[in-house]
T-cell receptor, first 111, second 113 residues
Framework: KQEVTQIPAALSVPEGENLVLNCSFT??????LQWFRQDPGKGLTSLLL?????REQTSGRLNASLDKSSGRSTLYIAASQPGDSATYLC??????????FGAGTRLTVKP | NAGVTQTPKFRVLKTGQSMTLLCAQD?????MYWYRQDPGMGLRLIHY???????AKGEVPDGYNVSRLKKQNFLLGLESAAPSQTSVYFC????????????FGPGTRLTVL
């Protein structure tokens, strides 16, 4: 069974700190992995998409990596800001239509 | 472009009542999805569609039906609502599964009493 896990469930850091969010998956037969941001009471906003043939993707202060052999992906946020406070979700796509989500990491960046 | 929109935003039902959730996208996407999000569990796929007139079951399809009569719309129906269907429902779409990112709607918060 394909399972996606995100640890920790919550993380609090001071403004300006660089941080890493972790995502692990049990089945390496993954088509791609997507990172999302979700603000309270809102929908999901796509941050980065990494194809199975790629190792990493970058967008601004965000960098996501993918290691299929170890079943891990990380989201690196540089120079964190209070506006980065949100829940971050990772999701692995299997069989072209079966996307499995982690439960998310709730990030708080304190001014 | 409005992207992915969902109607209604909130709804309260009594056990046994029926309702339909509407998802619309204006990006000419082929693939559309319905998910539910429950506390501490992440999103789970209910049903999906790979094109107009097609639907398929996801991870948790029981108690739900769907229809994709038009390419831009994907409807999720609850024929006889149960308290276990209290959740936040999200619709998503993508141009091509496996190649492009999924775009999500704002969600519908459903409470079944």
């Amino acid at each position: 069974k394909q399972e996606v896990t995100q640890i920790p469930a919550a993380l609090s850091v001071p403004e300006g700190e660089n941080l890493v969010l972790n995502c692990s998956f049990t089945d390496s037969a993954i088509y791609n992995l997507q990172w999302f941001r979700q603000d309270p009471g809102k929908g999901l906003t796509s941050l980065l998409l990494i194809q199975s043939s790629q190792r990493e993707q970058t967008s601004g202060r965000l960098n996501a990596s993918l290691d299929k052999s170890s079943g891990r992906s990380t989201l690196y946020i540089a120079a964190s800001q209070p506006g980065d406070s949100a829940t971050y979700l990772c999701a692995g796509l299997y069989n072209n239509n079966d996307m499995r989500f982690g439960a998310g990491t709730r990030l708080t960046v304190k001014p | 472009n409005a992207g992915v929109t969902q109607t209604p935003k909130f709804r309260v039902l009594k056990t046994g009542q029926s309702m339909t959730l509407l998802c619309a996208q204006d990006m000419n996407h082929e693939y559309m999805y319905w998910y539910r999000q429950d506390p501490g569990m992440g999103l789970r796929l209910i049903h999906y569609s790979v094109g107009e007139g097609t639907t398929a079951k996801g991870e948790v399809p029981d108690g739900y039906n769907v229809s994709r009569l038009k390419k831009q719309n994907f409807l999720l129906g609850l024929e006889s609502a149960a308290p276990s269907q209290t959740s936040v429902y999200f619709c998503a779409s993508t141009l091509q599964a496996g190649r492009y990112e999924q775009f999500f709607g704002p969600g519908t918060r459903l409470t079944v009493l």
